[in-house]
C-alpha cells in the first residue's frame, strides 16, 4: 500500500545525545515536510523539501537538521542543541507545494 | 506568513447533534485542508478544499476564498468523531499553516 512510514512511533534519549527519526514514502511525491507538535498545540513547521537534495528551514529550524538525499527519504535529527525536544513529530509529503498534504502516523519522542 | 485561526476552541455535543467548525485566513491561499486529528496522534485527511464546497458522508466543507474563511460541518455526530479537527493553509509562502485547533467531545 502507497503511503509515509515514520519509524520509531516511540524513542528515548538522554539528554545531550543526537537521535534521527526516519521518513519513508512510496507515493511518489516531490514535497516532503517534518512537523512538530506540542501537547494540547496546532503542528509547527521544522523544515521541509520540495526537491531531492534541496531544503529549507521553517519556522523552528534551531537545533533540527535534515537530509534528502533521496526522493523517498527525508530523514530528522534532533541535535543536543535542541533545548526542549520532547514532543510529537510528524512527516507528510504532497505531490507539490500546493498539493494535498498527506501525514504519517507520527514519532514521540522523550528526553529523560 | 499566513495567520489561521479557528473557533471555536473546544466544543462539547450530544450525539446527534450538528455542529460549525470556523477556519479564518489572513491572505488567500492556495492550499485549505481539513484535518482529523483521532487520540492516538494520526492525521486523517478530511479535506482539500481551497476554494467551493465538498461533501463526504456526514461531513462537509465550504471556503469562501474571497472572505477569506472556511467552513467544517458536522452532522448528525457519534462518538467517533471525537478529537481535534485542524485547518490548514498555504499561501504566497507555500507553506502549510496550522489553526491551533477545536477540540471536539462528543457524548454519548
Known amino acids: 500500500d502507497g503511503g509515509i512510514t515514520q519509524s520509531p512511533k516511540y524513542l528515548f534519549r538522554k539528554e545531550g545525545q543526537n537521535v534521527t527519526l526516519s521518513c519513508e514514502q512510496n507515493?511518489?511525491?516531490?514535497?516532503m515536510y517534518w512537523y512538530r507538535q506540542d501537547p494540547g498545540q496546532g503542528l509547527r513547521l521544522i523544515y521541509y523539501?520540495?526537491?531531492?537534495?534541496?531544503?529549507q528551514k521553517g519556522d523552528i529550524a534551531e537545533g533540527y537538521s535534515v537530509s534528502r538525499e533521496k526522493k523517498e527519504s527525508f530523514p530528522l535529527t534532533v541535535t543536543s542543541a535542541q533545548k526542549n525536544p520532547t514532543a510529537f513529530y510528524l512527516c507528510?509529503?504532497?505531490?507539490?507545494?500546493?498539493?494535498?498534504?498527506?501525514f504519517g502516523e507520527g514519532s514521540r519522542l522523550t528526553v529523560l | 506568513g499566513i495567520q489561521v485561526e479557528q473557533s471555536p476552541p473546544d466544543l462539547i455535543l450530544q450525539e446527534g447533534a450538528n455542529s460549525t467548525l470556523r477556519c479564518n485566513f489572513s491572505d488567500s491561499v492556495n492550499n485549505l485542508q481539513w484535518f482529523h486529528q483521532n487520540p492516538w496522534g494520526q492525521l486523517i485527511n478530511l479535506f482539500y478544499?481551497?476554494?467551493g464546497t465538498k461533501q463526504n458522508g456526514r461531513l462537509s466543507a465550504t471556503t469562501v476564498a474571497t472572505e477569506r474563511y472556511s467552513l467544517l460541518y458536522i452532522s448528525s455526530s457519534q462518538t467517533t468523531d471525537s478529537g481535534v479537527y485542524f485547518c490548514a493553509a498555504t499561501g504566497s509562502a507555500r507553506q502549510l499553516t496550522f489553526g491551533s485547533g477545536t477540540q471536539l467531545t462528543v457524548l454519548p
Open positions: 507528510a509529503s504532497s505531490i507539490g507545494p500546493d498539493g494535498e498534504l498527506f
Open positions: 478544499i481551497p476554494s
Open positions: 523539501s520540495q526537491i531531492v537534495n534541496d531544503f
Open positions: 507515493l511518489n511525491h516531490d514535497a
